[in-house]
T-cell receptor, first 116, second 113 residues
């Protein structure tokens, strides 16, 4: 079984400060990991993914994430947050084992509030 | 390239009725997945279709069903609606490999009265 935990329901940060959204995961095999962002009344927008290779993954809108296998974590980061980054962020995992199918398992989401 | 489209965007039904939601994937994408989003349960996987075949299914009752057509468009159906079926239903499409990211539509907000 695969699972994702996002330990913080909400993260508050001042504009211009670094932003970190935490994610830990559990899978039977090796993971494919994804970050998505959701704005009000919108679907999810893809930010970045980890498949294999370099542990630091760069994505859209200046976001990056660091894969840490020993800590089973995939934290999302942005060096300098913008007010427009205020949204709901979801971490998701898919097991590399083909039998697990194409099912994405999502964390509960973290609301990010960036204050001017 | 056009994104994933879902129709209708909003739907109001009463208990016991049935509903059909539609999803048109990004051109060239053969995999379509459906998710239910609620405040209490978060995002939950319903099922995935690939080349007209259901490839994976989540833990939902048989009242939830789906299908995919030869042009990759997909529909999901919920019969005998319950109040707890009120949710945002999201469709996502991808090229179909496990490492491919899924692209989501705007969702259909279903309200059951």
């Amino acid at each position: 079984a695969q699972s994702v935990a996002q330990p913080e329901d909400q993260v508050n940060v001042a504009e211009g400060n670094p932003l970190t959204v935490k994610c830990t995961y559990s899978v039977s095999g090796n993971p494919y990991l994804f970050w998505y962002v959701q704005y009000p009344n919108r679907g999810l927008q893809f930010l970045l993914k980890y498949i294999t290779g370099d542990n630091l993954v760069k994505g859209s809108y200046g976001f990056e994430a660091e894969f840490n296998k020993s800590q089973t974590s995939f934290h999302l980061k942005k060096p300098s947050a913008l007010v427009s980054d205020s949204a709901l962020y979801f971490c998701a995992v898919r097991d590399m084992i083909k039998a697990a199918g194409n099912k994405l398992t999502f964390g509960g989401g973290t609301r990010v509030l960036v204050k001017p | 390239k056009a994104g994933v489209t879902q129709t209708p965007r909003y739907l109001i039904k009463t208990r016991g009725q049935q509903v059909t939601l539609s999803c048109s994937p990004i051109s060239g994408h053969r995999s379509v997945s459906w998710y239910q989003q609620t405040p209490g349960q978060g995002l939950q996987f319903l099922f995935e279709y690939f080349s007209e075949t259901q490839r994976n299914k989540g833990n939902f009752p048989g009242r939830f069903s789906g299908r995919q057509f030869s042009n990759s468009r997909s529909e999901m159906n919920v019969s005998t609606l319950e109040l707890g079926d009120s949710a945002l239903y999201l469709c996502a499409s991808s090229l179909g490999e496990l490492y491919n990211e899924q692209f989501f539509g705007p969702g259909t907000r279903l309200t059951v009265l």
